[in-house]
């Protein structure tokens, strides 16, 4: 039986999650897009992004629920996690020196695999850097189900959202920084994140050892989480493909501007939307095996979770472009920074506040009123304009909605995993995770580039600078609203 926590023991369980976040608050949102830039077209700079985020999304899809089935099976002395933690920490720092080389030969001439030679390395580096850190992410996310009792995993998760959080604060130093190119300074801080954190879930988080060796044979659910990757990526390249062939199509048969906006519009909202369903549920289903049908609560939730997560996590993917090419700021790494900063002012107090009601009125009201708020911060910021006190506002909202999301979102979700393969359950939602990255970026990155290039009409409706990344917010919109929508299916 788990015993009651001690208020420290919800900080120490979480620790790893602040060198997690960090990696991810500033990888995603501020260096990468600016070492894009760099070395690429600038036209083609959205999909290029989406490359390097689904390709290395990919692995983190099947790495991750692998080194969670593995830590569940693991009779190591430190425990069934912490060795994991340990070796996904330290790899994690060393291939992050990729992607600091990808910058110093940002001049370099050549190419590789018909990529820019430093786009190639940057791509090496992403690719090892999320195999490394979902190594350690697949055992972390099970601290909780295996340590706190049911009735207090809110209040964890509350806390473990808050932890992720923190570094968005950071990373308000860390914009003028990239502004500069002081690109192997921001490397630094990030392997820090890492080892730090890692070092303190070693000396402060206690484990029993797993008392003899699991029987079950180990090559069964290895296969299925292969297939469930294959599956899931798949469904979501094949959805690309028709995208770009419907944007050819409409361009190729003379279609007014408008409608080819319109129709690819809907094309890529139906890709987006379609390969999230059908790519959870095929995947899903693969990768759990015959217990599925016994879990079909947890599958949904994963849906819900990806649909949300899709959302906001291209959002924060794209915001630095938007601003740069839509609000026309002149620091837009710097400006990314404020309005993240400005999302965690409500999202800290929300994930706590979240926890709190989570654990006391119940998980899928407040996730369905996450939805919705998100929804409208999102449409609020399309009517912002170049207004940056509006989008600032509309940040708010968007920090609020997500403060909620992820407290309660992940208090539901551990209620539905079965506790004795909480690791590998909790590393097959890692389709939500990795699969946000793929639908929203590996999508979303060529529409951008498709509807920016669309030469102006007429009447200036569309054809605008950035139109884009106007197109494909309101598409994230939408989803934000698809995924309380499929809370009705998580029993």
């Not at 999909?47 to 693991?74: H, N």
């Not at 296969?223 to 469930?228: K, S, V």
């Not at 989570?358 to 449409?379: C, N, P, Q, S, Y």
């Amino acid at each position: 039986m788990k015993r009651s926590m001690r208020w420290y023991d919800y900080l120490t369980i979480n620790t790893y999650g602040l060198g997690l976040s960090t990696a991810s608050g500033i990888l995603t949102p501020v260096l990468l897009p600016y070492l894009i830039v760099q070395f690429t077209p600038a036209a083609e700079k959205t999909t290029y992004l989406g490359t390097l985020r689904w390709v290395g999304l990919t692995v983190a899809m099947f790495i991750q629920p692998l080194a969670g089935l593995l830590s569940d099976r693991s009779t190591l002395r430190w425990g069934r996690r912490r060795p994991f933690i340990f070796a996904g920490a330290l790899l994690s720092a060393l291939c992050l020196l990729l992607v600091g080389l990808s910058y110093t030969l940002k001049d370099a001439h050549g190419s590789l695999f018909g990529w820019p030679l430093p786009f190639a390395v940057l791509m090496a580096g992403s690719i090892l850097q999320q195999f490394a850190s979902n190594i350690s992410q697949g055992a972390f996310q099970a601290l909780i189900p295996d340590l706190v009792p049911e009735q207090q995993r809110g209040r964890a998760s509350g806390v473990k959202s808050v932890l992720e959080l923190l570094p968005v604060f950071l990373i308000l130093f860390i914009g003028p920084l990239v502004d500069r190119g002081l690109v192997w300074l921001v490397v630094g801080v990030v392997m820090a994140g890492y080892l730090l954190s890692m070092l303190v879930t070693l000396r402060f988080v206690h484990e029993e050892p797993l008392r003899g060796q699991p029987s079950a044979p180990l090559a069964e659910p290895v296969l299925r989480l292969a297939a469930l990757t294959v599956i899931f990526v798949g469904i979501t390249q094949l959805s690309v493909a028709l995208v770009k062939f419907s944007g050819a199509f409409l361009a190729g048969q003379g279609a007014a501007l408008e409608l080819q906006v319109a129709l690819v519009g809907l094309a890529g909202l139906a890709a987006m939307a379609g390969s999230i369903f059908l790519g959870v549920y095929l995947g899903a289903w693969v990768g759990i095996g015959a217990d599925a049908a016994q879990h079909k609560g947890f599958i949904w939730w994963v849906i819900t979770r990806l649909l949300f997560l899709a959302a906001i996590g291209s959002i924060q993917g794209f915001a630095q472009y938007y601003l740069k090419d839509v609000v026309m700021v002149e620091k837009p790494a710097t400006m990314t920074t404020t309005l993240l900063a400005a999302v965690a002012f409500f999202l800290i107090p929300a994930a706590l506040g979240g926890g709190y009601l989570a654990d006391r009125f119940g998980r899928k009201r407040l996730l369905a009123l996450a939805g919705v708020i998100a929804a409208v911060g999102t449409f609020f910021l399309l009517l912002s304009g170049a207004n940056i006190l509006l989008i600032i506002v509309s940040g708010c909202m968007l920090g609020l909605a997500t403060g909620l999301f992820y407290a309660t979102n992940w208090a539901l979700g551990t209620d539905l995993v079965p506790p004795e393969a909480a690791g590998k359950y909790l590393g097959i939602s890692n389709l939500a995770g990795a699969g946000a990255g793929i639908v929203g970026a590996s999508i979303g990155g060529p529409l951008a580039d498709f509807f920016n290039a669309l030469p102006p009409a007429a009447s200036g409706a569309v054809g605008t600078p950035g139109l884009g990344y106007i197109v494909i917010f309101g598409l994230y919109g939408l989803l934000f609203l698809f995924s309380s929508a499929a809370l009705v299916r998580v029993k």
